[in-house]
């Protein structure tokens, strides 16, 4: 037996997880937890809020592959956790949760700021548990294996307040089990008839997503297309699961000029899904074509219909094909080229030469990023945009939730994508709704000397919301951004802040070699949007 408390333990196994970062809000029912993380990790960041302290674990989380965390006290500081804790169970993101409760004496019957976190939490994450002394060792290690096994997600763990300082009495010597990810290499399918159905197929288009994230199915991925010829379309957050200056690169579904990508999809004769989520969907799939699918998890969601399947790890499941393949390629690459070029035609419209549009503010912030460069979106009629013009060369270096879709999660997403990365650079590419909501945040990262670039696409609307009154010829109602003094805003919070309405006005403001977060916000003119979603 060792003589750990359930506090040090829960440490403990985060530390051997891989876990830097916890990020949360205090409470005093969570401080001889935070006491035990504070010599030896992990660290724990406060943020100005329990609900970006979630959105930032999920953003780190999202970045490194690990397990995130984030930390609460009980009732208001729980509540407020939940918005992120759905969100990584919807993007498919391996997170722990932790929330104190009142000590266990009072537990069953007390009132004040008394939740059951149980039933809170149940919706949305893959398990709720109770964290006690006599069975911490074991419910810990089924917590960190359900958080990241395939599907990854949340899980949320209560610990009353008393719980944390008591030794644990369930815990084997030296049995720390980090939690492993993701699916392993088995593979579960019919003999050679996945095979055999891509080698009948004259048009096939391969349809990556999170899965193929997941399993590390880069290369992969990247040797199939090559060798069968095959177009590559990525879900929003798998971008850069193949390099987007690959010839064999055909643009990202469900974002900025969308039609040009689902008309491909419908006129091939294959889609060949891999580690694709129906999750990574904005618009309902109404094509068609058959789909072999490729994923760690069974077709279960049945959004398509799938005659064939392939189930276990993507990158085992595409090298297997990629060996037996002998077929000529079935596209050229000039075609996929002609594709790509339809693509940018279809994201440029509604362009308004000599103001600021939308789709250069993210070229020209692209441009300016070093390699490497971490970019993270909000969500709004930007992030359908940025989706499709930013270029990402790697996976996890574009993040974007797709999943809950929360409004308040670009911001935080960067702030921790800066202190799980150290030294990366990094961009938040966000609304000026989403930014209104998170805005304060920016106090943590100037604290913690983060050269964070932050981009607010400044339209004075919840834009996406604006359009959809529009196209049913509603007046617009609720849906102004009151307009603040953003640069202002930024320098109040230890920022710098500037404002710009051109493209050289941006190409000056930019620069990523800095100490201090930087916050510019970007006039933007919104016909683009109003041209193309
Ligand atoms: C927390 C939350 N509330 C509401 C929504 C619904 N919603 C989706 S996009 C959007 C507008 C976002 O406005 P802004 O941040 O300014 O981005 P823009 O669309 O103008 O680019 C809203 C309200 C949401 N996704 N998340
Ligand atoms: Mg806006």
């Avoid at 506090?7 to 005093?28: D, K």
């Avoid at 909000?378 to 996890?396: C, E, F, L, N």
Wanted: proline residues 6%; aromatic residues 6%.
């Amino acid at each position: 037996m060792t003589s750990d408390t359930t506090a040090t333990l829960l440490a403990s196994y985060l530390r051997q997880a891989g876990v830097t970062h916890v990020f949360g809000y205090p409470g005093e029912s969570v401080v001889d937890f935070m006491e035990a993380t504070r010599d030896h990790g992990p660290a724990t960041v406060a943020a100005v809020r329990e609900a970006s302290a979630a959105f930032m674990a999920e953003g780190a989380a999202m970045c490194t592959g690990q397990l995130g965390v984030c930390l609460s006290t009980l009732g208001p500081g729980s509540t407020a956790l939940l918005n992120g804790v759905a969100s990584a169970t919807l993007d498919r993101v391996p997170m722990l949760a932790i929330s104190g409760q009142v000590d266990s004496v009072r537990e069953q019957y007390w009132t004040h700021q008394l939740v059951d976190h149980n039933r809170l939490f149940a919706p949305v994450s893959k398990l709720t548990a109770r964290l006690e002394p006599r069975s911490a060792d074991t419910v810990i290690r089924k917590a960190l294996r359900t958080a990241t096994a395939e599907r990854p997600g949340a899980v949320h763990l209560t610990v009353t307040t008393d719980s944390f300082g008591i030794t644990v009495t369930d815990s084997p010597d030296g049995a720390r089990v980090p939690p492993l990810t993701p699916a392993a290499a088995t593979l579960d399918f019919y003999g050679e008839e996945p095979l055999r159905r891509l080698s009948n197929a004259r048009r096939p288009v391969l349809l990556a997503g999170g899965g193929a994230v997941r399993c590390g199915a880069t290369q992969a991925l990247t040797a199939l297309a090559e060798r069968a010829g095959l177009p590559v379309v990525v879900g929003a957050m798998a971008k850069g699961v193949i390099s987007e200056d690959h010839p064999y690169f055909a643009g990202v579904l469900d974002m900025a000029g969308h039609r040009v990508i689902w008309d491909l999809l419908a006129r091939a004769d294959l889609i060949v899904t891999a580690g694709f989520d129906p999750v990574e969907l904005i618009t309902p799939w109404q094509i068609a074509t058959p789909v072999l699918h490729v994923d760690t998890t069974p077709n279960t969601d049945q959004v398509y219909p799938a005659a064939t399947e392939i189930v276990g790890n993507v990158a085992a499941a595409l090298a297997w094909i990629d060996a037996r393949w002998d077929g000529e390629p079935r596209w050229a690459p000039g075609e996929v080229a002609a594709h790509r070029a339809e693509l940018r035609d279809a994201w440029q419209a509604g362009y308004v030469p000599g103001r600021l549009n939308p789709s250069e503010v993210v070229s020209t912030v692209r441009e300016a990023a070093p390699a490497g460069t971490i970019a993270t979106a909000d969500v709004g009629s930007h992030k359908i945009m940025t989706g499709q013009a930013w270029v990402s060369r790697a996976p996890r270096e574009t993040l974007i939730t797709n999943g809950l879709s929360a409004m308040g999660f670009g911001l935080p997403a960067a702030i921790a994508a800066g202190l799980a990365r150290p030294g990366a650079p990094v961009v938040c590419l966000t609304g000026d709704g989403g930014f209104a909501m998170t805005a304060t945040e920016l106090s943590v990262a100037a604290r913690h000397g983060l050269g964070l670039v932050v981009i607010v696409f400044s339209d004075g609307s919840l834009n996406r919301i604006e359009l959809h009154q529009q196209s049913l010829g509603y007046p617009l109602t609720a849906t102004s951004v009151d307009r603040t003094d953003i640069p202002v805003l930024a320098e109040a919070l230890g920022c710098d802040g500037v404002r710009v309405d051109s493209v050289t006005g941006l190409e000056k403001a930019l620069d990523f070699q800095r100490a201090r977060p930087l916050v510019i916000e970007a006039r933007i003119d919104t016909s683009q949007y109003a041209a193309q979603f």
